[in-house]
Structures are given as structure tokens and as C-alpha cells.
């Protein structure tokens, strides 16, 4: 298996390091309602959450452009790099939102999309 394919699985399993932040840092979590507990946070909490619910829509794409830089021949370096580049950007994101910095983080998020289209774009 490929670095870049283990940066899918991180991907994937990025929005549960959001999510634990949100329910697990404070504040007595209720598994019986966990949307409602969530939509109810406030502050870094809310935006961890927030990062969470991101995170789960980067990943679909990151996902496919991953697969599809492999299975169109792309450079194996060059697609790991723009991988590793990815999950690096998007902890960075994560970081961003959880500090509430809107325009930095806005940056970060685009640096990411470039990964990805990068990615796509390697094949080509």
C-alpha cells in the first residue's frame, strides 16, 4: 500500500479527532442525543464540530483524487508528497478553526483544495 493511501485512511479518520475534541473537552457529553449536544456548544467546542462536519466533505474528494492520480499513472513521489501535503494543511485547518481565525484559515482550506486538484491534475 501507498503513503497516499494511508493519507486517505488519515483523512477518513481526521473528523473523529474533531469530533472527540467537540464532545470529550468539557461539558457532560450525552450519547443519546449527540446531534442536538453538538449543535448546542459554544465557542471552540462549536468549531470543533464545525471542523468535524468540513472534514467529512474534503474527504470524498481527497479520496478520489488520490485513487485517480494512482490509477492514471501519476508520479508515485509526486502523489504521496501532494498527499502528506494534504493531511498536513488540514490539521493546520483544524488548528485554525479550533483558534478562530476565519482568514487564516480560509487560506489553509484553499492550500488544501490545490492538493487536490493537483492531484487530479497529476495524471493528466
Not at 457529553?29 to 466533505?57: D, I, M
Not at 479520496?63 to 492520480?69: D, G
Not at 484553499?110 to 487536490?116: D, F, M, W
Amino acid at each position: 500500500m501507498t503513503l497516499a493511501y494511508w493519507c486517505v485512511l488519515a483523512a477518513a479518520l481526521m473528523p473523529f479527532l474533531f469530533t472527540g475534541i467537540a464532545k470529550f473537552s468539557g461539558g457532560r457529553y450525552n450519547n443519546y442525543s449527540p446531534r442536538e449536544f453538538l449543535e448546542k456548544q459554544e465557542g471552540f467546542r462549536k468549531r470543533a464540530h464545525w471542523a468535524q462536519l468540513n472534514s467529512f466533505e474534503a474527504f470524498p474528494m481527497f479520496a478520489a483524487a488520490v485513487i485517480i492520480a494512482h490509477l492514471t499513472g501519476a508520479e508515485q513521489d509526486y502523489i504521496n508528497t501532494l498527499a502528506i501535503a494534504f493531511i498536513g494543511i488540514r490539521i493546520v485547518y483544524g488548528a485554525m478553526y479550533l483558534a478562530n481565525l476565519a482568514a487564516l484559515r480560509t487560506l489553509v482550506w484553499a492550500a488544501g483544495l490545490a492538493c487536490v486538484i493537483a492531484l487530479f491534475a497529476a495524471g493528466a
